[in-house]
């Protein structure tokens, strides 16, 4: 660190003051780094990046809509949609990660991770949940379900809810809800494979690309503990060489390249096809950008390569799956597939964390308020069972004790009112409690995303999105530069797992 600090007291005092300003303020909650398995970073020699929403973080609104926008023009011109779709507007609050979009039925989902639908929109209205009572949901039905995996697939999403929207509307009566999003699927492929998303973003990187000033000092921090860092990005080499130039190259303190930081490259790696297929590598020549297949001789850790699979690379890299950490945004392509194929550890950015954390802790004492109504619920339920059980009790002594004197029968008469009373006491609590907690909910639910409620959660379920991301990163964390904020070789520590009857001791202590 003094080293760093000289280097930027000379050569930048504006950096200066930036690292020291990292230095001296401790970031707030919403950027810490999130432990589901324990992570040992002295055991990791290499660290792999994917590039896009993970270095490269996108500015949300504009590169969605542009997308949205282009996707348009494409249905419009190569599948004869009717110009006044070009009139559709995008918002970029409609939609969350994590969803399913059912195309047979024209519906987007949330489900929770016992698979229960726990809301679910056609088009734009809301449908209750009962749409879909005893419909078994099987996410990995390609024949009918399709996943709001990336923040990519935002723009699609939206995109289908507002045709479907027409559908309904009678504008587009002739299509069937697959039809649609059949023809959204194929016109968004196009804007990604003709290049037209990517020359618009390259025309105006400013105006897309978010440029982290913390990425740098990061990558700094991380090569100064001798990990060696490489590249593996779905995108060209002509995308990736211009984004990369955009987020490092002027920022660089070490280097006079972003090219620098990395021992290699790779790029149109076809994730998830790098973790399952035996893809050859092919290098790149950095001028006329042409693949020619390579030959494991010719590798050397400055080359550009493209395509390729991991037993390859670790093989060149003469490294073990556990050493390697790879850090990407996409569940399935970057974080699943590497988790289950290869042996390597991950860590999932998850850009929406920082405002989930900030909502989070605006309604925390609603959380708390929600805890109290709950308790009393079951302090409620609990007293109806006593008194109904006694007012039972009760019953059944009168019909065992055949005669009774006049004080008996008034005792017992007055006993009864007062169990009965208890009784309409509890189920007139507990039902204004259950309309509060109602309330609440929807009150919680609803400051996190007015349709779709929380990423992780609903109501007290993880949803299928929070599932995944436990289930297969190790560490999930909002930016690459919050690394910045830690010791590079921390032994990253889960928290106790516990199991419902741990908690009761828990409680109880
Ligand atoms: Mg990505």
């Not at 037993?311 to 597939?337: P, S, T, W």
Request: glycine residues 4%.
């Amino acid at each position: 660190m003094e080293t760093l600090k000289r280097a930027l007291r000379k050569s930048s005092p504006e950096k200066f003051r930036l690292l020291t300003d990292l230095v001296e303020t401790s970031i707030d909650g919403t950027r810490d780094i999130f432990v589901n398995r324990p992570l040992n970073m002295s055991q990791i020699h290499y660290i792999g990046f994917d590039m896009d929403y993970t270095l490269a973080i996108y500015n949300k609104h504009a590169i969605e809509e542009l997308a949205f926008v282009i996707t348009l023009e494409k249905l419009v011109e190569l599948k004869s949609y009717p110009a006044e779709i070009m009139e559709l507007t995008y918002h970029d609050d409609r939609i969350i990660r994590g969803l399913l979009i059912d195309y047979q039925k024209g519906n987007l989902i949330k489900i929770n991770r016992f698979k229960q639908v726990c809301r679910v929109q056609h088009g734009t209205q809301d449908l209750e949940t009962s749409v879909y009572f005893n419909d078994k949901i099987d996410q990995s039905d390609p024949l009918r379900f399709s996943s709001v995996d990336t923040l990519f697939s935002l723009p699609e999403a939206y995109l289908y809810v507002l045709l479907v929207d027409l559908v309904e509307n009678k504008v587009l009566n002739d299509r069937s809800y697959t039809q649609i999003y059949e023809d959204i699927r194929y016109c968004i492929d196009m804007t990604h494979r003709d290049g037209s998303l990517k020359s618009d973003i390259l025309r105006d990187i400013g105006k897309y690309v978010y440029k982290d000033p913390h990425l740098s000092l990061t990558l700094d921090k991380l090569r100064e503990s001798d990990k060696k860092l490489f590249l593996l990005t779905n995108s060209e080499y002509y995308y990736t060489d211009m984004i990369m130039e955009y987020l490092l190259d002027t920022d660089s303190l070490h280097y006079s390249s972003w090219r620098d930081y990395f021992e290699i490259v790779i790029v149109n790696a076809r994730k998830p096809g790098f973790f399952k297929e035996n893809t050859p590598f092919y290098r790149v020549d950095e001028v006329t950008h042409e693949e020619t297949l390579m030959d494991e001789a010719s590798f050397d850790r400055k080359g550009i390569y493209s395509k390729g699979n991991y037993i390859a690379f670790e093989k060149l890299i003469q490294a073990k799956g556990n050493e390697v950490l790879y850090i990407g945004d996409h569940i399935f392509g970057d974080v699943m597939r590497s988790d289950k194929d290869s042996n390597w550890r991950t860590v999932l950015v998850v850009q929406e964390l920082e405002d989930e954390l900030s909502v989070t802790a605006e309604v925390r004492e609603k959380y708390q308020r929600l805890r109290r109504l709950s308790n009393k619920w079951d302090k409620l339920h609990y007293e109806l069972h006593i008194f109904s059980s006694q007012l039972n009790t009760l019953q059944n002594l009168e019909l065992s004790l055949r005669e009774l004197t006049p004080a008996e029968s008034k005792a017992l008469e007055k006993t009864r009112e007062e169990l009965e009373e208890g009784i309409k006491r509890c189920h007139k609590e507990m039902e204004k409690t259950e309309t509060k907690v109602h309330n609440l909910r929807q009150e919680i639910s609803s400051q996190y995303h007015p349709v779709w409620g929380p990423l992780f959660h609903d109501g007290d379920e993880i949803s299928r999105f929070g599932d995944q991301v436990r289930d297969y990163a190790s560490l999930y964390t909002s930016r690459v530069s919050n690394f910045f904020f830690y010791p590079i070789d921390r032994y990253y520590k889960s928290l106790r797992d516990i199991m419902p009857h741990d908690r009761w001791l828990e409680l109880s202590n």
